[in-house]
């Protein structure tokens, strides 16, 4: 059991049977009545943000989670196949329950996210950039880097994000997986 004075972002709690990640909170002491605790909680079944008003000192279920490092092998009916890095245990995690699969691709390595006591498999994080090759892409003009036009390019992993107009074909760029936005070229 914790309390709300024991929040932290990333902190995943037990509340009516559902699990939930803290996103962020924030403890309010009004000059008037009494403090309390604003949190928008993020469901692990759903991917839902809910925000949720906790009174100040209000004990809650808290959920132990380890942090696992797995790497991607294949895709199969069952779903996506992993294997830990160190045991070889191999496992299967459905899609939905990985942020940014698009850009998965084989040998990658993500971040699981276990509940210890019954071993099930919550959440996978990929690493927040990843590095991808071109497939395909209109060609671009050399030298316009003057505008911020962004044109269709699709990558390895099948995905398609939205480059400069100067990236080609069989170019290396790093995509943020959180919002699947370009960041940069990348030197081979």
Not at 6 to 28: A, P, S
Request: glycine residues 8%; proline residues 5%; aromatic residues 8%.
């Amino acid at each position: 059991m914790a309390t709300t004075a024991d929040f932290r972002n990333g902190m995943c709690l037990d509340i009516d049977g559902q699990y939930y990640f803290i996103v962020e909170f924030l403890h309010v002491k009004p000059g008037k009545g009494p403090a309390f605790v604003r949190s928008k909680l993020k469901n692990v079944a759903t991917g839902r943000v809910i925000d949720k008003t906790w009174n100040s000192g209000v004990k809650v279920e808290e959920v132990r989670i380890e942090r696992r490092p797995y790497q991607y092998l294949y895709k199969d009916e069952m779903g996506l196949n992993f294997m830990h890095p160190e045991t070889f245990e191999q496992i299967s995690i459905p899609e939905a329950s990985i942020d940014g699969v698009q850009f998965l691709k084989e040998g990658d390595m993500v971040e699981a996210m276990v509940h210890a006591e019954s071993e099930t498999i919550l959440t996978c994080e990929l690493p927040a950039h990843v590095t991808l090759r071109v497939t395909y892409t209109e060609p671009g003009l050399k030298g316009d880097t003057a505008t911020n036009t962004l044109k269709p390019a699709t990558v390895e992993t099948g995905a398609e994000v939205r480059v400069p107009l100067f990236i080609s074909e069989g170019e290396l760029i790093e995509i943020d997986t959180r919002d699947g936005s370009y960041i940069g070229r990348v030197k081979e």
